[in-house]
C-alpha cells in the first residue's frame, strides 16, 4: 500500500479503519528495529498546480493513496487544500518541501490472540470495529512544509510575469530575497487587480511562525530541510505510516474473511471526484461573484441574483454528498453513487481584455533609454532617431484581436522625412524562424500624442504563447537629413504605452 499521513494516537501494530480514520486498538505484535540505513531524503520543488487532483497528489492525498479515506474525513492537509480555493481563473504555485527520515518498521507481524479467536469464530464484524481493515506496519519521521501561492487578477500577462519571479525566487540562487519587495511592486504598478495569497502547511521543524510575507516565507522554504536536521533532529515528527491490509498476515478462515472492502472503496472514490468537481465549480462561482462585486469588469453581464441562487443550491449538493460519504464509510450497505444537478445558469464569459504594457529596454534604444532623447545628425540617406525591440509577456493560448501602440511626439522634424514604425513579431523560443504577426505600422509624425492600430495575419490568429517569444519592434527614422534637421536631446519621442487587445480561446 502507499504511505498515508500520520494521526495521533498512531503507532506501528496499532489498528485503523482506513475509510473513516479512526485509531482502534494494536492487534499486531511483531519485532520492531531501528532502520538499517541512516540519513535522509529531501524533496524539494516549485511546482505549477493546474487541476486540484495535482494539489491533492502533490499533498499525499489523493483519492489513488491509499489510506486517504477518500477526501470525506477530517484531515489537517485536506483542510489545508480546500482552504486554498483552488478556481480556474487563478494561477497556483506550490512550493513543497519534504525530508523523510529511513523508515521504522515491523518485523514479522502477527495477529494477537484476541484478534486470531475474532476470524476463527467468524465474527470478522467485531473484528472490524475492534481493530480496523489495516496495522501501522511502519512509520516515517521527518517533516513537510508546503506554501501555495494564489495569483489573481483581470490581466493574464501580469498574473504570468509574478508567476515567473515566484518560481525565480525559488530556483535561483539569491533571487528569493527580493520577492516581497517584487510583489509589491506588481501590486501597486497593476492596472488589472493583481493581488497574491499565500497558503502554508508545517509538520515538524525548529521555526513553527506562521509567516505571511512572501520573502520570509519563500525563506523558510529553503531553509526547512536544515531545521531537522543535526542538532535539530529532535524537532522532527511522524508525518506518514506505511498502512497494511490483515490480508497480508497468516489468517484463519482466509476463504471467509470479509475484511475486503473494495466495493466500498471503490464507490467512496467514484464519488470524492465528484466532490472535487462541484468543488472547483463552487469556488469559480465564488470567484466570479467576487469579482463582479468589486467591479473588476473581468466577466460579461451575468444575472448576479440567478448565479448566487445557483450557487447556494450546488452547496448544498455538496453537504448532503458529504453526509452521504460518512454513511457510507460506517455502512457498506448504504453506499451508492452521488450526483448533483448541473448548473442552470452558465458561468459567464470573460470579457474581451486589454493589456497596456509599459516599454522595457530589452536592446539598443539609441541613447540607452526606453524614452530616448537624442540629436538626429545628418550621417547619410537615413538617420535612426530611435529603434529596438521590447520583449512582450502575453497569456498562453490567447485570441490576438488588436494591437496599439501609443507615443507622445515632443519633436518634429521640418528639414527631411520622420517615419515612426512599429509592429509585433514572433520567433521559436530558440530564436529561429522570426515572423511578422503585425507588419510594420506607421505613425501620424505630429506633435502631440499619436496612435496606431495594427491588426494580425489571419494565419496568427490563434497564437501558442508558450511555443514562441513576442517582440514589440519600433523605429524611428529620418529620411534623406538637411542639416536644419536636428532633434535636440531635450526634445524626442517619448514612448506611452503599447496594448495588445486580447480574449481567452
Given at each position: 500500500m502507499q504511505e498515508r499521513f500520520f494521526s495521533p494516537g498512531m503507532d506501528i501494530g496499532v489498528g485503523v479503519n482506513l475509510l473513516t480514520g479512526e485509531v482502534l486498538e494494536r492487534g499486531?505484535?511483531?519485532?520492531?528495529?531501528?532502520?538499517?540505513?541512516?540519513?535522509?531524503?529531501?524533496?524539494?520543488?516549485?511546482?505549477?498546480?493546474?487541476?486540484?487532483?495535482?494539489?491533492?497528489?502533490?499533498?499525499?492525498?489523493?483519492?489513488?493513496?491509499?489510506g486517504s479515506y477518500l477526501g470525506f474525513s477530517a484531515s489537517?492537509?485536506?483542510?489545508?487544500?480546500?482552504?486554498?480555493?483552488f478556481n480556474e481563473h487563478s494561477i497556483y504555485l506550490l512550493v513543497l518541501v519534504r525530508v523523510t527520515n529511513a523508515l521504522t518498521r515491523m518485523d514479522t507481524p502477527a495477529l494477537i490472540?484476541?484478534?486470531?479467536?475474532?476470524?476463527?469464530?467468524?465474527?470478522?464484524?467485531?473484528?472490524?470495529?475492534?481493530?480496523?481493515?489495516?496495522?501501522?506496519?511502519?512509520?516515517?519521521?521527518?517533516?513537510?512544509?508546503?506554501?501555495?501561492?494564489?495569483?489573481?487578477?483581470?490581466?493574464?500577462?501580469?498574473?504570468?510575469s509574478l508567476a515567473v519571479q515566484v518560481d525565480a525566487s525559488f530556483t535561483t540562487i539569491g533571487a528569493g530575497a527580493n520577492l516581497s519587495a517584487a510583489v509589491?511592486?506588481?501590486?501597486?504598478?497593476?492596472?488589472?487587480?493583481?493581488?497574491?495569497?499565500?497558503?502554508?502547511?508545517?509538520?515538524?521543524?525548529?521555526?513553527?511562525?506562521?509567516?505571511?510575507?512572501?520573502?520570509?516565507?519563500?525563506?523558510?522554504?529553503?531553509g526547512f530541510a536544515q531545521s531537522i536536521q543535526g542538532e535539530n533532529a529532535k524537532f522532527a515528527v511522524a508525518y506518514s505510516i506505511l498502512p497494511e491490509s490483515y490480508l497480508t498476515l497468516d489468517l484463519p478462515g482466509d476463504a471467509d474473511n470479509p475484511i475486503d472492502i473494495e466495493n466500498q472503496k471503490q464507490m467512496l472514490a467514484t464519488n470524492f471526484k465528484l466532490r472535487n468537481e462541484l468543488m472547483v465549480l463552487l469556488n469559480n462561482m465564488d470567484y466570479v461573484l467576487l469579482s463582479e462585486a468589486q467591479n473588476h469588469q473581468e466577466f460579461e453581464p451575468f444575472d448576479v441574483a440567478a448565479m448566487t441562487q445557483e450557487r447556494n443550491r450546488l452547496a448544498g449538493d455538496m453537504d448532503r454528498i458529504v453526509k452521504e460519504a460518512a454513511a457510507c464509510m460506517r455502512d457498506a450497505q448504504t453506499c451508492h453513487l452521488a450526483t448533483f444537478q448541473p448548473l442552470a445558469v452558465p458561468l459567464p464569459k470573460k470579457r474581451t481584455g486589454t493589456t497596456t504594457l509599459g516599454p522595457k529596454l530589452d536592446r539598443d534604444w539609441v541613447g540607452g533609454s526606453a524614452s530616448p532623447q537624442v540629436s538626429a545628425i545628418p550621417l547619410g540617406p537615413s538617420t535612426f532617431i530611435a529603434r529596438g525591440n521590447m520583449k512582450l509577456d502575453l497569456p498562453h493560448l490567447s485570441r490576438l484581436m488588436s494591437f496599439r501602440a501609443k507615443a507622445k511626439i515632443n519633436s518634429i522634424v521640418k528639414d527631411g522625412f520622420a517615419n515612426l514604425f512599429v509592429g509585433l513579431k514572433r520567433m521559436a523560443l530558440d530564436g529561429s524562424n522570426p515572423q511578422d504577426v503585425v507588419r510594420d505600422?506607421?505613425?501620424?509624425?505630429?506633435?502631440?500624442?499619436?496612435?496606431?492600430?495594427?491588426?494580425?495575419?489571419?494565419?496568427?490568429e490563434i497564437i501558442d504563447m508558450k511555443s514562441f517569444q513576442y517582440f514589440i519592434t519600433a523605429v524611428y527614422m529620418v529620411r534623406n537629413p538637411t542639416p536644419n534637421a536636428m532633434i535636440s536631446p531635450a526634445e524626442a519621442v517619448v514612448w506611452q504605452s503599447f496594448d495588445v487587445e486580447v480574449s481567452s480561446t
Open positions: 499486531v505484535t511483531g519485532v520492531v528495529s531501528d532502520p538499517l540505513a541512516v540519513g535522509q531524503t529531501v524533496e524539494s520543488r516549485i511546482v505549477r498546480i493546474d487541476d486540484l487532483s495535482s494539489l491533492h497528489k502533490s499533498l499525499q492525498i489523493d483519492v489513488s493513496a491509499s489537517a492537509k485536506m483542510d489545508y487544500a480546500d482552504s486554498c480555493g490472540p484476541e484478534a486470531t479467536g475474532l476470524l476463527r469464530n467468524k465474527r470478522p464484524d467485531r473484528f472490524r470495529a475492534r481493530f480496523g481493515d489495516v496495522f501501522v506496519a511502519g512509520i516515517h519521521t521527518g517533516g513537510e512544509y508546503f506554501a501555495v501561492f494564489q495569483i489573481t487578477g483581470t490581466d493574464e500577462s501580469e498574473k504570468e509589491n511592486t506588481a501590486k501597486s504598478s497593476s492596472h488589472s487587480h493583481l493581488d497574491m495569497r499565500v497558503f502554508t502547511f508545517q509538520n515538524g521543524g525548529k521555526d513553527v511562525t506562521q509567516d505571511q510575507d512572501p520573502g520570509q516565507i519563500m525563506a523558510k522554504a529553503k505600422t506607421q505613425f501620424e509624425v505630429r506633435l502631440g500624442m499619436a496612435e496606431v492600430t495594427g491588426f494580425p495575419d489571419p494565419a496568427f
